[in-house]
């Protein structure tokens, strides 16, 4: 049997796991709660416990995998196994790694998961044609990842640009405890806020014949965009989240700048504003310089497709 690898996203809600095979094709995957498996178990035993049944519901054999991959949300220390930080896990300096050799002597290897992300379109997916890039993945927070000559900058804590400070804001708090930070503005949890004040501010709006506080996400100033209300939410939008691109790319100039999470699906009503908007405002305009700005490719199973290339 060809090497395949047991391959792990722990996220706030779900804990995603796939078996992965040696080219990075997801030959089978599953996802369980993760406040129940954390509630009934160590986290450690949860993955190993998620592991085996998905090598025996799927004729693979536990013990004849090539290693167990993790992708975590966070600060994650993954030369010494630690999970230092997660805010949404409610988690902290925890030796996972330590944990799973518990329970397996597979060869196991951890990562921040929006690392994986990068991994997994650098190996497999739209960043192989590119030697550098940043991956923003722009979700409930917004993580990244970031490649410079062909390899993901390796260093512990790196790459969170989400905590980028962007404003001294009162209205910003974010859970690390700053203000102002890069994802208290530009997350998809940033622009559901900004849609309920918008149309609470302006009962007239289009945006109240379909949605009501409660039902208002990610898509709706998006689906309105020929209303005014929805279309100054958007147009605030793009400045917030381009804004933390222009700081990127006058600190990297990376080659490429690749967009993940579901607004990334948004090409006419958010790339193309946004990479105007970008090209308008960084400093290597002035030297005839324009960034790219592309939707990834590996969307939902990025993470886990990522941890395979943990080996
Ligand atoms: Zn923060």
Not at 208 to 234: C, I, Q
């Amino acid at each position: 049997m060809n090497k395949f690898y047991f391959c792990f996203d722990v996220g706030g809600t779900d804990i995603k796991a796939g078996i992965i095979n040696h080219n990075g094709n997801v030959i089978c995957k599953d996802k369980i709660p993760t406040k129940e498996s954390l509630k009934t178990n160590n986290l450690g035993k949860a993955i190993v416990d998620f592991a085996s049944r998905l090598a025996s519901e799927n004729g693979y054999k536990f013990s004849k995998a090539s290693g167990i991959g993790v992708g975590l949300p966070g600060l994650v220390d993954s030369k010494n196994g630690i999970l230092k930080y997660a805010g949404n896990l409610k988690i902290k300096d925890y030796n996972i790694i330590e944990d799973i050799k518990n329970y397996t002597s597979l060869p196991v290897k951890i990562a921040n998961d929006a690392d994986l992300c990068a991994l997994a379109e650098l190996k497999n997916g739209v960043g192989q044609n590119y030697n550098s890039f940043v991956m923003i993945a722009v979700g409930t927070g917004i993580g990244a990842g970031i490649v410079i000559d062909g390899k993901i900058i390796p260093c512990n804590f790196s790459g969170e640009l989400g905590h980028m400070k962007m404003t001294n804001n009162k209205n910003t708090k974010c859970h690390c405890g700053e203000y102002g930070c890069y994802e208290t503005l530009a997350s998809t949890k940033a622009l559901i806020a900004q849609t309920k004040e918008a149309m609470k501010e302006n009962p007239k709006s289009k945006m109240w014949t379909a949605y009501n506080l409660e039902t208002v996400n990610g898509k709706t100033a998006f689906e309105f965009s020929n209303d005014a209300t929805a279309k100054k939410v958007l147009n605030n939008f793009i400045k917030n989240l381009g804004d933390g691109i222009v700081n990127i790319v006058n600190v990297i100039t990376p080659e490429v700048i690749i967009l993940s999470g579901a607004i990334s699906n948004q090409k006419d009503k958010l790339i193309a504003p946004l990479e105007e908007y970008v090209n308008k405002h960084i400093f290597a305009r002035l030297a005839d310089f324009k960034i790219k700005i592309i939707p990834a490719t590996k969307t939902s199973d990025a993470g886990i497709i990522g941890a395979r290339y943990l080996f």
